[in-house]
């Protein structure tokens, strides 16, 4: 029997559009779901083509097109429904999280089609999906690498040729995640416009309404065409690094889409009942939670990490509680108190991390409803046993004394999970921390003695060294952890796990405090790719004397640390 119904939310129009596609097209089924774009409320028409419809989608979209051209809230995407159906056999979570019946809008009268088969692996079928991902994931890491050594070079030209190309393939790689296919064209705007109706992040990285990003664009395109067929190309240092900055931007908000129809499919899956003889994805992955009395780690945040990587197991090293208080006189509420949760996780995956966890990382932590946050360390099995082969004292104290909180099922302890062995620990502690310390203490002689003569920018580089410098000994001497990642933010998130004066001298809570950090944490690339300083000399003597006191206050802590040690 046929089923169409409407919304009642929905205008009048939306009923008349439908009826006018089924009147027109051999519809197998139309799904309407709903996206917020600019505080505007879009509503997409997901329209399935019957299999014994004789057009093809080309010859059907002018036709189709025709409906939506007075619409401004209404948009449509059309595929032949076989195209889905397989599609969502190969991992495609973005027809699986939309095609649901809660959304079904219409479908063919007497019509048999089956759109998820109750057989249907839904394990299998996230892990498929992950695959797809990581192997793009490969590609587009080496074009940004190729890019940042030509910039190194300065070749300028091929730089924002393998930028185009970087910045290409994460559109690609969502288009076919999310559509099955990839639109076939080399123009970074034609990809923004094509993933409109799925992406709201993607499609606003380059404003068309913001006169930079219009010509940072056209620079972008006109690179791959340049490059390739004609020789008059030209872009300067400025432009290329602002390209960077957008490549980023690219990349993350690509991960955050993904991440997104993770999260969905993982949601669906749980509350779905399948056959006995069917296996579902999220009761398998809520059967190998651990006891987390202890942390309180939230269920949907494991979901999220383990729907990111190949995760054989996950360790809690580390919780704090962010309580943010405030009273007022003007307000009928005496107190009015929020607080965040933040973990520290380490995990363990099958094969070295294709994503960046620290990708992940900023997708959760940029959640502000979620009301907790996290620091994720990601390592394989075989790095993981390597380094308690090496008698490593983060890995040990982590495997043996944290919290495990997911298990894979099957995962067997690392290498015995033999004990950590004490000796020269204190010896090893000592030597690394006067080194670092000797390091931080040559760099902040460095800045004062050039500050007189040099930019800010130079002596702001040099600080962000020494206190580079600082924060590895501090964590090397109460972790016993050597970071993979440098960047200050991620160091001194390190640090909060062990001390609260890190924080307390650079403190992160307030958007005051966040941009004078952010021009310390900047600074190194400021130095290599700006060539006129336009760094405040108040925010420079501020950093100044932040860094100076950090110098102190890290030699008492590591001091006491080492007495620690020492006596046990």
């Not at 690392?414 to 204190?426: E, G, H, R, V």
């Not at 050039?450 to 962000?464: A, Y």
């Amino acid at each position: 029997m046929e089923k169409l119904e409407t919304n009642q939310t929905e205008t009048g129009s939306l009923k008349g559009i439908i009826g006018h596609i089924i009147a027109l097209v051999d519809v197998e089924r139309i799904y309407v779901h709903k996206h917020e774009k600019e505080e505007i409320c879009h509503t997409v028409l997901t329209i399935l083509i019957a299999n014994t419809c004789t057009k093809s989608p080309a010859e059907l979209l002018p036709l189709v097109n025709i409906l939506f051209t007075e619409q401004q809230t209404l948009h449509f995407t059309l595929h032949p429904a076989h195209q889905i159906k397989d599609a969502i056999s190969k991992g495609n979570l973005y027809f699986y999280n939309t095609c649901t019946e809660a959304n079904l809008f219409y479908g063919k009268a007497g019509s048999d089609y089956e759109l998820i088969p109750t057989s249907l692996n839904r394990l299998e079928m996230l892990e498929n999906a992950r695959k797809q991902y990581d192997s793009e994931e490969e590609k587009i890491k080496a074009f940004v690498s190729g890019a940042d050594f030509y910039l190194e070079k300065e070749n300028y030209v091929q730089s924002a040729f393998m930028l185009h190309q970087a910045i290409e393939l994460n559109f690609r790689a969502i288009e076919h995640f999310i559509t099955g296919k990839s639109k076939i064209t080399h123009s970074i705007k034609a990809h923004q416009k094509y993933l409109e109706p799925y992406s709201i992040e993607l499609s606003n990285i380059f404003l068309a309404d913001t006169e930079r990003d219009i010509k940072l664009l056209r620079l972008l395109d006109d690179a791959y065409l340049a490059v390739r067929y004609e020789n008059s190309y030209q872009i300067n240092k400025l432009d290329l690094s602002a390209l960077r900055v957008k490549a980023s931007e690219v990349k993350l908000a690509a991960f955050k889409t993904y991440q997104q129809l993770l999260t969905t499919f993982q949601k669906c899956t749980e509350t779905f009942s399948p056959p006995q003889t069917s296996t579902d994805a999220g009761t398998e992955i809520a059967a190998q939670i651990q006891d987390v009395s202890r942390f309180e780690v939230p269920c949907s945040l494991i979901n999220q990490i383990v729907g990111a990587f190949s995760v054989e197991s996950i360790f809690c090293f580390g919780k704090r509680i962010f309580s943010n208080t405030r009273t007022s006189l003007f307000s009928v509420a005496e107190v009015d108190q929020t607080h965040q949760v933040h973990y520290d996780l380490l995990i363990i995956t099958s094969a070295e991390p294709v994503n960046n966890p620290a990708d992940l990382q900023s997708v959760i932590n940029a959640d502000t409803k979620s009301g907790c946050s996290v620091l994720l360390l990601a390592y394989s099995v075989e790095s993981a046993t390597r380094a308690l082969r090496l008698n490593n004292r983060f890995f040990h104290k982590t495997m043996h004394q944290s919290t495990q909180i997911y298990r894979k099922q099957g995962f067997i302890q690392l290498d015995a999970m033999q004990d950590y062995d004490l000796a020269n620990t204190s010896l090893n502690c000592d030597l690394n921390w006067k080194q670092r310390y000797f390091r931080a203490e040559a760099f902040m002689d460095a800045a004062e003695c050039i500050w007189i003569d040099q930019d800010e920018t130079v002596v702001l580089s040099l600080i962000s060294q020494a206190v580079e410098q600082l924060c590895l000994g501090l964590i090397y001497a109460f972790l016993g952890y050597h970071p993979k990642q440098h960047s200050l933010h991620h160091l001194m998130d390190l640090c909060n796990n062990f001390t609260k004066e890190v924080d307390h001298i650079f403190p992160r809570q307030t958007e005051q405090d966040r941009n004078i950090f952010s021009v310390l944490n900047k600074s190194s690339s400021s130095a290599r790719f700006i060539l006129k300083s336009s760094i405040d000399p108040t925010d420079c003597g501020l950093l100044h004397r932040k860094a100076r006191l950090l110098l102190e206050k890290s030699e008492q802590i590591v001091e006491q640390r080492l007495l620690t040690i020492a006596e046990g």
